[in-house]
């Protein structure tokens, strides 16, 4: 998906309740080119907010159930109008499986604020 030029980048965060979840929604919101459209607690949930938040970036936390992330991945990449998929990792298994999923990035969670700025900017970067 695509966003207007001057309009900020929309994310969706799917994350467990707690404290990874709001990690991530301060990492993002600290950006002013950038705002979380939605919060939600797993990835059946995600996809029936995705056609009210239109999300160009949807931040999936690895602690999900592996089989619903790589559903979520899967059709995120089956819809019109692509969105960008980050997944959220914690060990070097979890950076492959994201990897075969199809997710777009990867990134360790103790990597947070400084590994989540680069994806955004590149996805700032796109829109342009």
Same mark, same amino acid.
């Given at each position: 998906?695509?966003? $207007?030029?001057?309009?900020?980048? $929309?994310?969706?965060?799917?994350?467990?309740?707690?404290?990874?979840?709001?990690?991530?929604?301060?990492? *993002?919101?600290?950006?002013?080119?950038?705002?979380? &459209?939605?919060? &939600?607690?797993?990835?059946?949930?995600?996809?029936?907010?995705?056609?009210?938040?239109?999300?160009?970036?949807?931040?999936?936390?690895?602690?999900?159930?592996?089989?619903?992330?790589?559903?979520?991945?899967?059709?995120?990449?089956?819809?019109? #109008?692509? *969105? #960008?998929?980050?997944?959220?990792?914690? #060990?070097?298994?979890?950076?492959?499986?994201?990897?075969?999923?199809?997710?777009?990035?990867?990134?360790?969670?103790?990597?947070?604020?400084?590994?989540?700025?680069? &994806?955004?900017?590149?996805? $700032?970067?796109?829109? $342009?």
């Amino acid at each position: 998906m695509t966003a $207007k030029p001057g309009k900020r980048a $929309k994310v969706l965060i799917v994350s467990l309740p707690g404290m990874m979840q709001n990690v991530l929604r301060e990492s *993002i919101i600290r950006r002013q080119d950038v705002e979380v &459209v939605g919060v &939600v607690g797993g990835c059946l949930s995600a996809t029936a907010m995705l056609p009210q938040a239109q999300p160009d970036l949807v931040v999936i936390d690895s602690n999900l159930p592996e089989a619903d992330v790589v559903e979520l991945i899967l059709h995120l990449k089956r819809l019109p #109008t692509p *969105i #960008t998929s980050l997944m959220l990792v914690e #060990t070097t298994q979890q950076y492959h499986k994201a990897a075969s999923a199809g997710a777009d990035h990867a990134i360790r969670s103790y990597s947070l604020p400084d590994g989540l700025d680069p &994806v955004l900017d590149q996805l $700032k970067t796109n829109h $342009k």
